[in-house]
């Protein structure tokens, strides 16, 4: 009997969290169909390129709201049993309020890492194709920054022509020995730039131990410099967020090629920031596992499920924001990256564990 139960609840639980993903991603399509259309109504591609992205950009949607799926799938099938009187039944058989929660927890907190293990490198693979096929028709491609094995090389439009800039690393707002190809409006060279390293703190780029190479008419004229200003449509902060995207970075790829990363001119801040937010994600799964229990399981009489409904829509909000909130103290230092990924997760398990308590004595 025991093994019934059991995969009663675990076969309900599941069903009911698929049903709840399902109509997100329905919901996610129409959505962001509408986005990739208006992106896409200038450009002669086929109907089929914006339903294409859309399909691949949903399951990366899908795992940002993941924590919420979970809660509202994990409240609405308590409500259902409740409803139905199946949780007296299982009651009479010795399942208590709190049996039932870890059993339910503990399959979400499972299933979180099942998801960070196997769907988030498909996400994240998925969402790279995303990212790079968008490029290809962004009507600003002739600005592009790029890392790779190289270094960092930026491509950036001036008024007299085309600028080239590559650097060996950077170390936070500091690049490390730069060289700079500036190129008329016919792309011949006309000016080559090397530098030791550059304040890219604000538009006005400080370099110093400058060397510059000025090509005139066949002939070329070298100058040095101690400091040099150049001025760039690039800081530090924008070419950072130009690669703060959760979703290219899957969390095996961060585990495995960490230093790879850190080695390819990633942040440190940001990486910390994304492995401790994909980290946290089966605990969050189960603490939203446990805040569901401990709104539905309080009672076992059949209720207006409206109630409850408005009282999950309004919990998602705010722990939506709150969780925006921490890491925004985090992003700017008034509390540890790695904190800030955890207090939301630390502070609605608080609250869930008082509930819990009070629901295992009913």
């Excluded at 990739?36 to 002669?44: G, P, R, S, T």
Aim: proline share 2%.
């Amino acid at each position: 009997m025991n093994n019934i139960i059991l995969n009663y609840l675990l076969k309900g639980f599941f069903i009911t969290k698929f049903k709840i993903i399902a109509i997100f991603y329905c919901f996610g399509v129409i959505l962001n169909l509408l986005e990739e259309v208006e992106f896409f109504k200038d450009l002669d591609v086929s109907i089929l390129t914006p339903l294409m992205l859309t399909s691949i950009f949903v399951p990366s949607m899908i795992m940002h709201l993941l924590p919420f799926i979970i809660f509202i799938s994990s409240m609405w099938f308590l409500l259902q049993i409740r409803n139905n009187k199946d949780l007296l039944t299982i009651k009479t058989f010795g399942y208590s309020n709190l049996k039932i929660f870890f059993i339910l927890a503990f399959s979400s907190f499972i299933f979180g890492w099942i998801v960070l293990t196997f769907l988030n490198p498909v996400t994240s693979s998925m969402a790279k194709y995303y990212e790079k096929t968008k490029s290809n028709y962004a009507k600003d491609i002739d600005h592009l920054v790029t890392f790779n094995k190289n270094g960092l090389w930026i491509k950036e439009n001036l008024e007299n022509g085309t600028r080239i800039i590559s650097a060996d690393k950077a170390d936070q707002s500091i690049l490390k020995n730069i060289t700079i190809f500036n190129f008329d409006k016919n792309y011949n060279l006309i000016e080559k730039i090397n530098s030791k390293n550059a304040n890219i703190k604000d538009n006005n780029w400080l370099l110093n131990d400058v060397s510059i190479l000025k090509i005139k008419s066949g002939s070329s004229e070298q100058i040095d410099y101690e400091k040099f200003e150049i001025n760039s449509i690039y800081t530090y902060e924008k070419i950072v967020n130009l690669f703060k995207n959760f979703d290219t970075l899957s969390f095996l790829d961060l585990i495995m090629n960490y230093e790879k990363l850190l080695d390819g001119g990633y942040d440190k801040v940001f990486l910390n920031q994304s492995l401790n937010s994909m980290l946290s994600l089966p605990f969050f799964l189960m603490i939203m596992t446990a805040l569901a229990a401990t709104l539905t399981l309080n009672n076992l009489r059949k209720s207006n499920n409206f109630k409850f409904i408005l009282t999950g829509l309004l919990c998602c909000i705010f722990i939506y924001y709150f969780k925006d909130l921490s890491l925004a103290l985090g992003q700017t230092n008034r509390v540890s990256l790695t904190l800030a990924a955890w207090i939301p997760i630390i502070t609605v398990g608080m609250f869930s564990a008082i509930g819990l308590l009070q629901i295992n004595e009913k």
